[in-house]
């Protein structure tokens, strides 16, 4: 009896209640009994700061409704560390009870499992704030996180870098109707050996992703970013996709098998896939929602036919900017396509520099701006056996040599209402160059353009219920609806720096309240400048135009409150 009174003490620290403070000296079955207690009675583990190795905690929910909490110290200050062996977190049947687990405040690194290498979510919808997910691995898939079973984790502020899976989503993997709520995250250099590089959607996940950076992920085969498979429907909003990249199709997103996201006000930018749609991909009957993105110098590069006819020893790069195939009717409005590519080669089938529609596709094209996309046939959009319906927009500036803004292969698509270098048969056609502010950087309408009033109301459901424009101003601003994705004329004096980041609603918002503070206070400057006016004021135009430079929604928004708390520091010298 006296040995095993030893032995339990051994392993439970004095005291444990339902508040309890761990360190890096305990160990792993320590850590576990604390958890344990946690489950029964509730409370707060606080890790203090330091590395916690070869953990591998079962958060395993079997009775009761008592919420806990698990807390670090930080991002790189509290840090569990799998070991290179050990899955770091498994949460079971979370959801099956009334209680909510939160976790705060960690680094996991270095986890292994088959299936989410960090952490593993069973009917388990876990709060998970200001984490860092990093050199986590999965065999199989969700290198960082894995979550099956129609859960729904809340994951916020968090950080997913160079996580690898060797098959599905790099960082995470949602499936069999998991639909995660994540905000504000950074998804960058994660790795999946065949689908999606940063997140893996398959059958029935309707994850909603807001305000998230995506960048320099990979797939071996498709979706460099993100990849949707059978009826998953996610919502993804103000996010941007850079520099990610495909082995095949889909540099930043793939749809596949009914999957039809709504993607808005996002960036798509230097995306790269070798064959089809270096910016997105769309596959048998998908019908994506895509209002007011960027879609800007997205690349195919052109490698080896796979099932597309061609001649032998040639290569395919198709679908620069997006690539819709059999039976793909997706909704696009309001988009910007401006400086893709389909690589051009000797033996390179280059087609659809800015879009190319494949077989039984018909698209909804309306209020877009096609600008400076590049490819041997269809500059700005490429069909066969396809009928876009496109109307109210501008494509202009695409082609070159012999080939036209639109090519079309057995197929005649609808186009009404349009600005098309070279002309295009159609109701409203016009053919004349648009007088955009200041191409390629951007593409909204001086003055004066033809394009402004000339456009159709496109207001009802069969144009994509157009009410406003890229930047959600309202449509129309004057007579009639303009062409492209802007509405309304700017003077050339009222330049304004000019990034894409500036489509995003919360971006453009905050631009627009720092000019009206910047015109208040120049109204108010005296004739002569102080000196130390004089350097405000240089520090301020730096911070703005530094800001129109920067294609990083959050690297923008630190520059423009730079440049706001400076404007009120030169408010307090006009007093």
Known sequence: MILLVVSLLSVLPASISADVTVDPSWTNVQIQAAIDDAITNGGTITFEPGVYTNVNLEIDINSGDKSFSLLGAGQGVTILDGGASYRIMHFVNVDTYSCTVSI????????????????????????????????NVAT??????????????????????????????GAMYNYHGASPVVTQCVFSENFAGMYGGAIYDYVE???????????????GHYGGAIYNQDLCSPVVTECEFSENSAGYYGGAIYNWIQSSPRVSGCVFMENTASQFG?????????????ERCSFIGNVVTGSSPSSHDADPGSSLAYGAGMYNYEECSPI???????????????????????????????????????????????????????????????????????CKEIDNDTCTPIVTYSNVQGGHTGIGNINA?????????????????????????????????????????????????????????????????????????????????????????TGRLPGESTDEMTALIAQIQGHVANAGQLTNPIYASGQLSKATSLMQELAMLLV
């Open 104 to 135: 705060e405040g960690f680094t996991f690194q270095n986890g292994k499992a088959n299936v989410g290498g960090a952490i593993f979510n069973e009917a388990s919808s876990p709060h998970v704030t200001n984490c860092t997910f990093k050199t």
């Open 433 to 521: 160059n648009p007088l955009f502010f200041n191409a390629p950087a951007d593409v909204s309408l001086l003055v004066g353009s033809p394009c402004i009033d000339t456009g159709t109301t496109t207001s009802g459901c069969e144009y994509g219920s157009v009410i406003d424009d890229i930047l959600q101003d309202t449509r129309p601003q004057d007579e009639g609806y303009d062409m492209g994705a802007y509405e309304g004329g700017r003077e050339r004096e009222s330049m304004v720096p000019w990034s894409p980041v500036f489509t995003q609603p919360l971006a453009r918002t905050q631009l627009d309240t720092v000019l009206a503070l910047w015109n208040d206070i």
């Open 205 to 219: 996940c309707s994850p909603v992703v807001t305000e998230c950076e995506f960048s320099e992920n990979s797939a």
């Open 332 to 402: 696009v409005t309001n988009c910007i396509f401006v400086g893709n590519i389909a690589t051009e080669g000797p033996t390179i089938y280059a087609y659809g520099g800015g879009m190319y529609n494949y077989d039984a596709c018909f698209p909804i094209v309306t209020n877009c701006t096609f600008y400076a996309n590049s490819a041997l046939a269809g500059g700005a959009v490429y069909n066969h056996k396809a009928t876009p319906k496109i109307t109210n927009c501008i494509l202009w500036g695409n082609s070159k040599d012999a």
């Open 140 to 169: 199989s898939s969700g290198g960082a996180m894995n979550n099956s079973d129609e859960c729904s984790p809340v994951v916020t502020q968090c950080v997913f870098s160079e996580n690898f899976a060797g098959m599905y989503g």
């Open 278 to 290: 270096g910016g997105m991909y769309n596959y048998k009957s998908c019908n994506p929602v895509v």
